[in-house]
């Protein structure tokens, strides 16, 4: 698999986020700088199912404005990625507790 067909999953870092927005998630360490950044369980299972890179925001930015730029087809659907029913689930589920928690 060449890089142009890796996929990298965008991670919010802990530091931005001290608490994670969904329950349940695990830290793990962006391949580029080994900061720590969140990973729900739908996301860590898409991560172990693709063989997924995990990034942190402020290091995606850079590669993924460079894609966008030398590539003419980037809008084609090979670099879209849907979000999972799981990870629907785990924010439904999250939103359903914040709001019985006021």
Not at 5 to 27: A, F, Q
Not at 30 to 54: G, H, M, N, Y
Request: aromatic content about 4%.
């Amino acid at each position: 698999m060449d890089d142009d067909d890796k996929t990298i999953i965008l991670c919010n870092r802990v530091s931005d986020s001290p608490v994670p927005g969904i329950d349940n998630c695990t830290k793990e360490k962006c391949l580029k700088c080994s900061a720590e950044v969140w990973i729900s369980p739908a996301t860590k299972r898409i991560q172990e199912e693709k063989k997924a890179d995990i990034v942190c925001g402020p290091c995606a930015a850079p590669e993924f404005l460079e894609a966008v730029n030398r590539s003419p087809w980037f809008g084609d659907d090979r670099h879209k990625v849907e979000i999972t029913p799981s990870q629907i689930e785990e924010i439904n589920a999250q939103i359903r507790r914040d709001v019985l928690k006021n």
